[in-house]
């Protein structure tokens, strides 16, 4: 059995900052990508950014130079730091990772909600 669990949302006025995490547990032989999305009210849910094994990222345009990712490969665990956070960055933000069990699969997490108060 496999877990992510996030971490690390909440309320926030534009121009702030949050560290989101996102915690892998469970039976892992390894972790290939990490990535982060989102979804807004009424909006399919989007990329935000990934990361790979190898520390290899990849972002949206509306996020770039504001949002960080990175990860901690011993701690099976993913982060995204937000910076000068805006309105249209509200949305319930989701981890998800490509997981090695006894096989090969794509997890998601239980999703956090960031709002962000202009």
């Known amino acids: 059995q496999v877990q992510l669990v996030e971490s690390g949302g909440g309320l926030v006025q534009a121009g702030g900052s949050l560290r989101l995490s996102c915690a892998a547990s469970?039976?892992?032989?390894?972790?290939?990508?990490m990535g982060w999305y989102r979804q807004a009210p009424g909006k399919q849910r989007a990329l935000v950014a990934t990361i790979t094994s190898g520390g290899t990222t990849n972002y949206a345009d509306s996020v770039k130079g504001r949002f960080t990712i990175s990860r901690d490969n011993a701690k099976n665990t993913v982060y995204l730091q937000m910076n000068s956070l805006k309105s249209e960055d509200t949305a319930v933000y989701y981890c998800n990772a490509e997981i090695v069990t006894r096989y090969t699969g794509l997890w998601w997490g239980q999703g956090t909600q960031v709002t962000v108060s202009s």
């Open positions: 469970g039976d892992i032989f390894s972790i290939n990508a």
